[in-house]
């Protein structure tokens, strides 16, 4: 069983940065997935980084502005965004698959509560 928990999101103006925190148990073999939801619409995927650390996926809407990390030792996989923009906002998600990274929100089988992102001057 994997526990995913996020942490980090705030109220910025534009062009400001955060940094979300996914802090999990048991995620060790499993690639996690930053996920972005605003009401109405499906989750979209944000940033994905693999089990190993090696391979990082990125939307091109953040590409440029966003990095994600993971760090085992604290369990906690990072999600560092520069340069928000007021499309930004909504809530964001961790997730977990196996090992490698996916592209369809459907095809991760744990997810933490979301944490709340606005961007608004």
């Known amino acids: 069983q994997v526990r995913l928990v996020e942490s980090g999101g705030a109220t910025v103006q534009p062009g400001g940065s955060l940094r979300l925190s996914c802090v999990g148990s048991g995620f060790y073999n499993y690639a996690i997935g930053w996920f972005h939801q605003v009401p109405g619409k499906e989750r979209q995927a944000v940033s994905c980084?693999?089990?190993?650390?090696?391979?990082?996926t990125f939307a091109d809407s953040v590409k440029g502005r966003f990095t994600i990390s993971r760090h085992d030792a604290e369990a906690t996989v990072y999600l560092q965004m520069h340069d928000l923009q007021p499309d930004d906002t909504g809530v964001y998600y961790c997730?977990?698959?196996?090992?490698?990274?996916?592209?369809?929100?459907?095809?991760?089988?744990?997810w933490g509560q979301g944490t709340q992102v606005t961007v608004s001057s």
């Open positions: 997730a977990a698959v196996f090992s490698r990274c996916r592209t369809n929100n459907w095809e991760f089988d744990y």
């Open positions: 980084i693999s089990s190993d650390g090696l391979t990082t």
